[in-house]
Structures are given as C-alpha cells and as structure tokens.
T-cell receptor, first 115, second 110 residues
C-alpha cells in the first residue's frame, strides 16, 4: 500500500491562473482533508470531504474549492491564484464514520509556487 | 478559539540528554491532542496521541488539562530523533479537523 498519494509533486503557476491538485487516499480510507502549509508554519486546515460532501471548512476564501469522487479520491481547486497561495498543499486521509476520530495519514504534498 | 502554541521554533540538545518539546493549547471543550513528526525527506506522520497513552520511540506526552499543555518528553535523546515536531489538536468525535502548532525543529548533537 503506497499510502496517500498526491500529484503533481511540484507546480509553478502565475498570478490569476487556476490550479487543480489531486489526492488518492490510503487504501481503506474514505475521508480526505486538505491542508496548506506556508514556509515555516504548521499545516492549516482548508476543508474535509466525506461521502463526496464538504463536511467542514477552515478559514479559506471561496477561491478554494474541492471535490471528492466515488472512489474517495479528491481534488483541490484554487482559482485566481495570488502570490500568497504559494505553499505546500498536504492531503490527509482517514477512516471516518462520523462518530469516531481516526488518525490522519498524510501524503508528501504538492509544492505550489506562484510567480 | 482553537489554538496550539509551540513556543520553541528550534531546540538543540546533546545525545543522551533529556528532551522536552513544549505544547500549549486553547480549546473550549475536551480536545484530543497529537504529536506529529516529520523526519528529513519523509512525510508527516503520527508519533502519538494522548488517548492511546503509549510510548512511541521512547517518547511520552501527558495531557495536563489544568495547564492546557501536552509536552513531549524523552529521557535520553538519540541522533535519529532529529526532526520537525508538530503538536496538534482536534475534537474527540465527529469531524477530524486538525489544528497545528508552528512546529519545533529538534536537533540532536552527537
């Protein structure tokens, strides 16, 4: 089991563009969370998907949107990119039944650079 | 407001010396506390969680609700403990949003 896989590894975009990042959860996991990690900071929660619905959202603007597919994989979309969106984007998966709190497993992340 | 504070960005100790990485939190309710670790060129991984009450790689952490702290300790540091350590919290049940601290870079000197 490769665990959580993210693609691409690195991405360079310019201001105003749009980007899509992808995540495949660890086998057996059905919940996907996305985090943004700026340089020198801890990861910051963006949103979480369970049963193809956004279950919880952090303090991020609507430019950040996501999707979860029937196979539990997920996408993070960011529109109208700003220089401040440059960061490492982490995907984490877990098995969530709504009532339990299972540990999250993280991917290697996608390094997004905005020029 | 939910907040995790790790007051030390950098911590350097000698091999064999005791290690303590500090973590304080603010949370209305009863959170679950975690320590995550990121070794060089590896992904972020769970080290331990307070509800498990276990020792991983010689590390322990006790939740002190009175002081709202969850400090990570190890009596004798080893060179392979050098890594980035993040303290995090979440609700005990339901949604599993993790709130992270800024992290502490631990360096073990030979």
């Amino acid at each position: 089991d490769a665990g959580v896989t993210q693609s691409p590894t690195h991405l360079i975009k310019t201001r105003g563009q749009q980007v899509t990042l992808r995540c495949s959860p660890k086998s057996g996991h059905d919940t996907v969370s996305w985090y943004q990690q700026a340089l020198g900071q801890g990861p910051q929660f963006i949103f979480q998907y369970y049963e193809e619905e956004e279950r919880q959202r952090g303090n991020f603007p609507d430019r950040f949107s996501g999707h979860q597919f029937p196979n539990y994989s997920s996408e993070l979309n960011v529109n109208a990119l700003l220089l401040g969106d440059s960061a490492l984007y982490l995907c984490a998966s877990s098995f969530g039944t709504g009532g339990s709190n299972q540990p999250q497993h993280f991917g290697d992340g996608t390094r997004l650079s905005i020029l | 407001a939910q907040r995790v504070t790790q007051p030390e960005k950098l911590l350097s100790v000698f091999k064999g010396a005791p290690v303590e990485l500090k973590c304080n939190y603010s949370y209305s309710g009863s959170p679950e506390l975690f320590w995550y670790v990121q070794y060089s060129r590896q992904r972020l991984q769970l080290l331990l969680r307070h509800i498990s009450r276990e020792s991983i790689k010689g590390f322990t952490a006790d939740l002190n609700k009175g002081e709202t702290s969850f400090h990570l300790k190890k009596p004798f540091a080893q060179e392979e403990d050098s890594a980035m350590y993040y303290c995090a919290l979440s609700r005990i049940q339901g949604a599993q949003k993790l709130v992270f601290g800024q992290g502490t870079r631990l360096t073990i000197n030979p």
